[in-house]
């Protein structure tokens, strides 16, 4: 089957089905998408041409001279198209010698009435005609198909209605160009203020500089109009308005959409403002939407055919789509996508694709987040599981005999072991540490060696590179890898064979200086599988912890005691070579920034029993600081031998404008924070320390975190070696290698290595590696993967805390009254932090009736007529009868916690303040706690009672088809979040804090 060009555009999404195998796609169609729908439909398409698992092709018939057609003067673009399409498919047949029949599939009429008959063996016919004859057994794609042409009927009559009408406020192409190079336009990417969608939002500058005076990141864009069609994602050209028309970003808190003049919003310094001339890229996606309520269906008419659905995400308009499942689909969240918008309307035009499940049922809303991050993984194929190795009790994996010649066998001359939080099945990395016959010593990172299981090109591996990460959610994740891999084979256990990549150090002995280093292939044995807490009393001498490891039960005295000395002087020297070398990574300026660590614990079926905050210990930084020495190291090599080719991580310095909020809050309480370098951010932050309010120290490290920038994967070949730098780690290379079962950055970074490494025996191994070029696509795609992972993360975990408290009364329940401590101030309210449950939010001391708090001395507060005065530091209520209150920054209150329900976006989580005075008096043992204090209270709550309401509606309506492929996890358990604990644990900043 051949699609012509204008199917390729509007029916993508069906050919991405998996049972349409062996598709030709020419070049002619490819280009149009890429100039017509912009880039995330090209990419989409991109990733079909490159998956397997479809067989598609890709023919380059415009530079295959029997093929290229010259385009005929007077020729629409259209039918020169349509024309060099059908003359490639008709070579095409006789190329394969007249024996294999060619489809080809188009939307125009007269191309089918023209070339239908025209070469025997070449039929041409509609798309939807296609779907009839050859898949009648395959509905859901027929029946897509009948929604897109009914959409594109809809919108070909309103095109005719406005006579084609372009946008008559975007300027044309070559207009644009010219005024970017000239500098009167400005182009960046549009971010929509989710709390004030309708009003206000940003455009993020492309290349801008942060020591440009006039446009620092950031330009204003005030109010829809000035949007002119434009949707969040849009890469956009923006013309600055004069410096008198100049506006403020909004101070206020908004709840949302339309509150903002309720909320009595002021705004800050003018600051550049400008209007949206045109589109460079569009970045329409699948959207997830809700119906309007069967009244507002009604109102519309009985027979109501196009219906305004409003997107979950608050920064999409409203989307119009033709419909009439209105009333059945108003409980449900669906998918649509976005196909035009006209000249004449305020609303893009869309059509629906797919179902997800009903609102507030866990399961759709799960595979919400899933939808709107563009994550979409599927349980791994049959034809990715046969490329795995077998690991049953009665075939055994075995270390191959080949393998063992060449590797480096460290299973009886090293002392190998893990150090990981209690009940982790997946062990990626390994240590050792020993004394070598002249004295010195030689420390070992071992990582699992996914490289030899995972070959370049395979169908595992296309299938990894498109997941690029694990994702964690809150009660799930999904594998970046097969579990045959993840916890099996490639997982370093103890007591069983495996291969590794190891980097060994061979240090001074007394200054521990590194002396060489050696990178290799390896076999090892992990001796011991020891957990953090057994390892830390260990460090510490508290010896009783030996009858808790299972590899000291079976030995008698003399062999317990010969083996427990061995391992306890390996702990305390990696300990004393960490505390070394954390100490000359801090004096270059290394950041300590405020994460969450928590402990799992499981019980016999591997369901979550519960989530204890972890108290830091000090192995916690030792196997840390061995990570970052292997990632440092193993940068420094790949870009010595491929200066142009490696895979890097670089931390940019943050804009210094980011820091203002955390200067004036450390400010407040009589710091002061030197954001000039790291090395001055990180002793300012180390000396911010209140004695009588540990809290202040956290919630200036956090505010710090939220001030960086995104440390990004990158190719060496894109930027020049000063803009390597590592910011938070203060390194001059730094990369990811140690954690390949689950992100794909580590394990291009291992294929490097190999390359390297035979490239010192000379050997070549070039021929898997990346160009310059196409690492740097690479790249842009993990860094891509990343954020999703991240925001997917993020939003599950408000979407649990929701759950958590949704069912219970604020007014009665104990949990729900809570202390918090306020961390910014605003206008209209204050943010707070609840320590005891990690959560963020807007308190406000102004209602939408005008209306301020006022507390009473009996420690309640009510709503009273009266006004708000915001100082630097404090905000001050004052009702009309005189009675006033005062806030400050960090100051600790009694917050009531609630959930504020939408039935079309998420729900969220509602703070108000009900007390002036703290909740409970602060002491040093609850702020030691972790954020996540309850975190395991709330999860065990959710997942108890979304259990028992799944076993009371036993009879209710099933989960769609359509819904089941998000399901990756199977049955209910928790024990998911363990990959995610696991990695926390190792207190690499770069990772658990978007560095």
């Not at 309480?669 to 911010?688: E, H, P, V």
Request: hydrophobic fraction near 35%.
């Amino acid at each position: 089957m051949v699609p012509d060009w204008k199917v390729v555009q509007d029916y993508l999404e069906i050919l991405e089905f998996p049972e349409l195998k062996g598709i030709v796609f020419m070049q002619t169609a490819c280009q149009a998408v890429q100039h017509q729908r912009g880039r995330r439909q090209y990419n989409k398409l991109r990733n079909l041409l490159k998956d397997a698992r479809h067989d598609c092709v890709l023919f380059a018939n415009e530079f295959q001279q029997s093929c290229y057609l010259p385009r005929e003067r007077g020729e629409s673009m259209e039918k020169w198209q349509s024309r060099s399409i059908y003359n490639a498919a008709a070579w095409y047949y006789h190329h394969c010698q007249d024996r294999m029949p060619i489809v080809m599939v188009t939307e125009d009429e007269e191309a089918i009435q023209q070339y239908g008959s025209e070469t025997e063996g070449v039929f041409v016919i509609s798309f939807k005609n296609y779907l009839d004859n050859f898949w009648p057994d395959l509905k859901a794609a027929r029946e897509l198909c009948e929604s897109i042409l009914q959409s594109r009927r809809e919108r070909e009559n309103e095109s005719q209605e406005s006579h084609g009408k372009e946008y008559p406020e975007h300027v044309p192409l070559e207009v644009l160009e010219a005024g970017i190079k000239s500098g009167r336009y400005v182009q960046g990417t549009l971010n929509v203020n989710k709390h004030r969608a309708q009003i206000e939002a940003f455009v993020r500058l492309q290349g801008a500089s942060s020591k440009d005076s006039d446009l620092v990141s950031d330009v204003l864009i005030h109010g829809m109009k000035a949007r002119n069609r434009s949707i969040h994602g849009d890469v956009v050209v923006v013309e600055l308005l004069p410096k008198s028309e100049w506006k403020g970003r909004t101070t206020a808190l908004g709840e949302n959409d339309g509150d903002n003049k309720a909320l009595g919003e002021s705004p800050s310094e003018p600051m550049p403002t400008g209007r949206v001339v045109g589109i460079l890229q569009k970045n329409w996606r699948d959207y997830v939407v809700t119906f309007p309520s069967i009244e507002e269906v009604q109102s519309q008419g009985k027979n109501a055919q196009k219906i305004l659905v409003t997107p979950w995400d608050y920064r999409i308009p409203k989307i119009r789509i033709s419909t009439q499942q209105a009333e059945a689909l108003q409980d449900f969240r669906v998918v649509v996508r976005i196909d035009s918008w006209e000249s004449t309307s305020m609303y893009p035009n869309g059509h629906f694709v797919c179902v997800l499940g009903r609102i507030g049922d866990l399961e759709g809303e799960i595979a919400t987040i899933l939808v709107e991050n563009n994550i979409s993984v599927v349980p791994f194929s049959e034809a990715q599981m046969c490329e795995m190795p077998v690991n049953t009790p009665e075939n055994p994996w075995k270390v191959n005999s080949q393998e063992e010649r060449e590797r480096k066998d460290l299973r009886k001359t090293h002392l190998v072991f893990s150090i990981d939080p209690s009940g982790c099945e997946d062990v990626d990395d390994t240590l050792s540490v020993r004394a070598l016959d002249n004295g010195n010593l030689e420390l070992g990172v071992h990582i699992a060696d996914v490289t030899y299981f995972v070959a370049p090109h395979s169908y595992v591996d296309i299938e990894a590179r498109t997941r690029a990460t694990t994702y964690y959610l809150a009660d799930r994740r999904y594998d970046m890898l097969p579990a045959i891999l993840s916890a099996d084979v490639c997982s370093l256990l103890g007591g069983v064979d495996r291969y590794a990549v190891s980097v060994m150090w061979e240090l001074d002995k007394t200054s521990y200086e590194i002396k060489k280093v050696w990178y290799g292939r390896t076999i090892i044995r992990s001796a011991y599988k020891l957990f953090y807490e057994a390892a830390q009393d260990l460090l510490d001498g508290n010896f009783s912890v030996v009858k808790d490891i299972p590899e000291f039960k079976d030995l008698d005295e003399k062999s317990r005691q010969a083996k427990l000395e061995e391992l306890v002087w390996a702990i305390r020297k990696l300990t004393d070579i960490a505390r070394h070398i954390r100490a000359k990574r801090d004096r270059c300026g290394a950041l300590e920034l405020e994460g969450v660590e928590v402990r799992i614990q499981l019980d016999e079926k591997k369901n979550i029993h519960d989530l204890i905050p972890k108290q830091p210990l000090e192995v916690h930084e030792t196997v840390a600081e061995c990570m970052i020495l292997a990632n440092h190291w193993v940068a420094k090599k790949i870009w010595e031998s491929f200066p142009h080719q490696a895979l890097l991580r670089r931390h940019p310095p943050p804009h210094q404008e980011f820091f203002s909020e955390l200067r004036e809050c450390a400010k407040a309480k009589g710091f002061f924070i030197d954001t000039r370098s790291n090395k001055a951010l990180a002793d300012s932050l180390d000396n911010a320390n209140d004695p009588n309010d540990p809290i202040v120290n956290k919630l200036l490290r956090s505010m710090a975190t939220q001030a960086m920038s995104n440390a990004l994967y990158f190719s060496t070949g894109s930027c020049a070696e000063e803009e390597f730098h590592h910011y938070g780690l203060a390194l001059d290379k730094y990369t990811h290698f140690t954690s390949p079962i689950r992100r794909y950055s580590d394990i291009i970074v291992h294929r490097l290595l190999m390359a390297a490494i035979s490239e010192d025996k000379k050997m070549e191994i070039k021929e898997n590696l990346f160009s310059n070029k196409d690492l740097e696509e690479l790249c842009r795609h993990i860094n891509n993967r990343n954020r999703a992972a991240q925001h997917s993360q993020k939003q599950s975990t408000e979407l649990f805390q929701c759950m958590y408290f949704k069912d219970k009364d604020p007014e009665t329940e104990e949990r729900c009254i809570s202390d918090g401590v306020i961390y910014s101030i605003r206008t209209n309210g204050v943010l707070v932090f609840i320590p005891r449950f990690g959560i963020k939010g807007a308190a406000y001391l102004r209602n939408k009736d005008g209306l301020v708090v006022s507390c009473g001395p009996d420690g309640h507060s009510e709503w009273k007529p009266g006004s708000l005065q915001r100082f630097q530091n404090k905000i001050t209520s004052t009702t009309t009868e005189g009675e006033s209150v005062t806030f400050h920054l960090f100051d600790h209150v009694t917050v009531r916690i609630s959930v504020q329900t939408s039935r079309c976006h998420s729900d969220t989580i509602r703070l108000e303040i009900i007390s002036n005075k703290p909740h409970m008096t602060p002491d040093t043992e609850l702020f030691q706690q972790s954020s996540l204090l309850l975190k395991s209270d709330l999860v065990k709550e959710v997942t108890r009672s979304v259990e028992e309401a799944q076993l009371a509606q036993e009879v209710a309506v099933n989960i769609t088809e359509d819904c089941q492929k998000y399901c990756q996890t199977k049955g209910r358990s928790l024990y998911t979040l363990l990959e995610e604990i696991r990695d926390l644990a190792l207190l690499d900043v770069s990772n658990s804090y978007s560095i």
